[in-house]
């Protein structure tokens, strides 16, 4: 199974290079790596002690494991953590985000010879798996070379679980490699037992993404931010985070009616993908929409809509809003996270399609934290701000949801010091 998925890989490699070529280099104008992912020239910081790899998927990802680093860290000062990313902008986040980490690279290619590089340079203790990303030999080489492999913070979609079932004797194949499974609720459980996981190999632990630990902004900071941006005071402030093609159309027809009825409203668009920030812009000039960049606005500046055109920033403009419209929803994606905005106490609103994060979803609906825009007018009342005082009480509801969320990071931190023999 291991000869025809390497074979497999590398046929899909080779024809979807020139496809990956042209959309790294020329349009995202990122680097390919891949001579990181071969393992060359692979920088180790050498300590003595117990070490582990810890990879995550993209940038949700990795900010989500913060906390559980710094935990790992204040307890086991010289533990040595390895910590990969697979995407460039997760990868860029993890070098800025994560200092504790001791290395922090890009994930190998799937490869049994670069993987085994890897684990040979490396010597970790135990691999840790974060979320859903199930790479073969990885896993393979890991179950080799480790004392145990962990997925932690384990999410299962309804696609995935479908596609688990579908293809039982492959995935079970590879299911083998990993020691234990820690999910987010009991659904991801009951879906991992229906794909042939032990039940015993399982165990629900919460959610790390509900852990997070964002710099609490000074008001003073705030209102500069504001300044620099160009936003009044009296403004009323709706940030879409996270944003997909197919939703900044619909957000801005609702805004242009919208703002017909309130003209004291500004929309701030921050495209889940940056390089689509042209794309985002010309939108806007067709609607009339005056619009203008995070990365050239200037203090006085008029606009109606601006685009975060950089990475990193999002929560500090979810911490200046007033609402906060969470992407990835309007289309069938299944949604982007909806715990920044709560943590800052803001009103989350999003479309129907949140189906990655469903539990969280369901819960923030359970405590009126949270609203689904269904219909058009849905969107456009977002905009009008009806109910001044509902909103605020709707915010103070989503930080309190976030709050008794808590309790994810102490598991999870119980099971990796089980398998370090700590």
């Keep these: 199974m291991y000869v025809l998925y390497s074979m497999t890989l590398l046929f899909l490699m080779i024809l979807y290079s020139p496809i990956y070529w042209v959309r790294s280099r020329l349009i995202k104008g990122e680097p390919l790596h891949l001579i990181e992912r071969l393992g060359i020239g692979l920088s180790v910081k050498k300590k003595e002690g117990k070490s582990l790899w810890i990879h995550a998927v993209s940038v949700g990802e990795v900010l989500s494991l913060r906390k559980l680093i710094a935990e790992i860290k204040d307890k086991h000062p010289d533990w040595i953590i390895h910590f990969s990313a697979l995407t460039h902008s997760g990868f860029q986040i993890a070098k800025k985000e994560m ?22 340079r490396l010597k970790p203790d135990l691999f840790i798996l974060a979320e859903s990303e ?14 145990g492999v962990l997925l932690i913070n384990g999410r299962i979609s309804s696609r995935s679980s479908k596609r688990f079932v579908a293809f039982r004797y492959f995935m079970n194949r590879i299911f083998q490699n990993i020691s234990y499974f820690l999910v987010q609720t009991d659904k991801d459980r009951v879906s991992l037992v229906n794909a042939g996981v032990d039940a015993d190999q399982i165990a629900v632990g919460g959610n790390l993404k509900a852990e997070i630990d964002l710099p609490v902004f000074a008001d003073q900071a705030l209102v500069d931010l504001k300044e620099r941006l160009g936003i009044d005071e009296s403004r009323k402030i709706v940030v879409a985070g996270s944003t997909h093609r197919g939703e900044e159309e619909q957000l801005l027809s609702a805004y242009v009616r919208a703002k017909e ?6 929309l701030i668009l921050a495209p889940r993908h940056v ?7 010309k939108l806007c000039e067709r609607l009339n929409v005056r619009v203008n960049r995070r990365t050239t606005v200037q203090p006085g500046d008029r606009w109606d809509v601006l685009i975060l055109d950089t990475l990193g920033e999002l929560i500090q ?24 905005p709560a943590f800052y106490s803001k009103p989350v609103f999003f479309g129907p399609h949140m189906d990655n994060f469903a539990y969280l979803t369901q819960t923030f609906l359970e405590t009126d934290s949270a609203r689904v825009l269904r219909e058009n007018g849905d969107l456009e009342r ?41």
């Design 261 to 266: 009825k309130r003209a004291d409203i500004q």
């Design 382 to 422: 977002m905009f009008l701000f009806e109910d001044d005082e509902a909103l605020h009480l709707m915010g103070r509801r989503a930080k309190k949801t976030l709050n008794a969320l808590s309790g994810a990071t102490e598991k999870t931190l119980a099971v990796i010091e089980n398998f370090m023999g700590e």
């Design 134 to 147: 199930f790479w073969p030999n990885l896993l393979r080489e890991a179950r080799r070379q480790t004392k």
């Design 317 to 340: 403009f979810y911490a200046i809003s007033d609402v906060a419209f969470v992407g990835g929803s309007l289309i069938p994606w299944g949604g982007q996270n909806l715990l920044e």
């Design 275 to 281: 390089e689509r920030a042209g794309e985002v812009a």
């Design 99 to 120: 200092s504790l980490a001791d290395n922090v690279f890009l994930i190998p290619l799937d490869y049994g010879p670069v993987v085994r590089k890897f684990f040979n």
